[in-house]
């Protein structure tokens, strides 16, 4: 993937951005993606809403946005 040859020519590992993971993917195919990502290096910052459960599916600080 282009972002793996950045990587490799940078010596730096990329921060990865999921907005709201969850959303639109049925709970086998989440979970195949959580297990991709729980794997890899790279600092994640992963957007979701209170109610979704990806919160509960990975480890790490969880910041709850709040909508006005």
């Keep these: 993937s282009l972002n793996t040859a950045i990587?490799?020519?940078?010596?730096?590992l990329s921060i990865?951005?999921?907005d709201e993971l969850e959303s639109g993917l049925d709970k086998h195919t989440l979970n195949?993606?959580?297990y991709v990502i729980k794997d890899v290096k790279n600092q994640l910052l992963i957007t979701s809403?209170?109610?979704h459960t990806v919160s509960k599916m990975i480890k790490g600080k969880i910041l709850y946005p709040e909508q006005y």
């Design 32 to 34: 195949k993606l959580l």
């Design 49 to 51: 809403l209170k109610h």
């Design 7 to 12: 990587e490799k020519r940078k010596n730096k």
């Design 16 to 18: 990865m951005v999921f």
